[in-house]
């Protein structure tokens, strides 16, 4: 892929993976992230294998200033941005009792507000391009989960976003398109074992069709695919990457998890 890309949220998990993906279409990649330390390590480690097509800038998308500095950096690449994806995102759970207005409000600024500001901050370039945005939801802005109303909200949020900017830039020839990521490896099995147990990994399969969880790098496919000239004629969607978790009846999968906690139990 000609030109640059700008992954926001890129200093590990799905984030790097995406940046990995499109790095290995030849694509220039401006890595943005809030964590510097970490930052700085996956930059490094892309260096040693893509050199100089590897950029990088440590941004907090809380405010204005951290898309601003963002926007700089990509206007500072060798070429102009063809893609941008956003996929930084703040998870902080809160119920609608213990979610106060602060928390609410940063939650949907870098989930919603940033992404637009990135967008409106980079429109010269994917407008002379004829670029792409990628946008990270995920399954919680339908299937909204317990304990995460600013979150749920957001990614709700995002795929009304998608739609809005695709019909709005449409006439220009920008695409934009949303992913909607289910359970995810984002850090790879290691990681997923140290944060959910040997129960609840074999109870997560049953809710998808496909009985299995994901990985970081399948969704990673899926946005470069929707980046690139073979989607030339799909905007405004949000595709699920679920492994039809999504389109799995509850019923069906209650049973599942029933009948599979039964044989655990012995």
Request: hydrophobic share 45%; charged share 15%.
């Amino acid at each position: 892929m000609n030109g640059c890309v700008v992954v926001t949220g890129s200093a590990h998990g799905i984030g790097t993976s995406i940046a990995k993906a499109f790095l290995s279409t030849g694509a220039r990649v401006l890595l943005a992230d809030v964590n510097e330390h970490l930052l700085t390590a996956t930059t490094s480690e892309l260096k040693d294998v893509y050199g100089d097509l590897v950029f990088s800038v440590a941004a907090d998308l809380s405010s204005p200033a951290g898309v601003e500095k963002v926007v700089a950096a990509a206007k500072q690449l060798p070429e102009r941005v063809v893609c941008i994806v956003n996929n930084a995102a703040d998870q902080t759970p809160g119920t609608t009792e213990t979610t106060s207005v602060d928390m609410f409000q940063r939650t949907m600024f870098i989930n919603v507000t940033a992404p637009f500001l990135l967008v409106q901050g980079l429109l010269d370039d994917l407008i002379a391009t004829k670029g792409t945005v990628v946008n990270v939801g995920s399954l919680v802005g339908n299937q909204p989960i317990p304990g995460r109303v600013a979150y749920n909200t957001s990614k709700a949020a995002i795929a009304g976003l998608t739609r809005s900017l695709a019909v709005d830039l449409g006439h220009t020839g920008i695409r934009v398109n949303a992913v909607a990521p289910g359970h995810i490896m984002t850090d790879g099995e290691e990681s997923w074992k140290a944060v959910y147990s040997d129960f609840q990994q074999s109870i997560f399969p049953t809710s998808y069709a496909l009985g299995r969880v994901g990985h970081a790098e399948e969704v990673a496919a899926a946005v470069v695919f929707l980046a690139s000239p073979a989607a030339h004629f799909i905007s405004g969607i949000t595709l699920p990457i679920d492994g039809g978790m999504s389109i799995l009846c509850p019923e069906t999968a209650s049973f599942t998890a029933a009948a599979v906690a039964r044989s655990l139990d012995g």
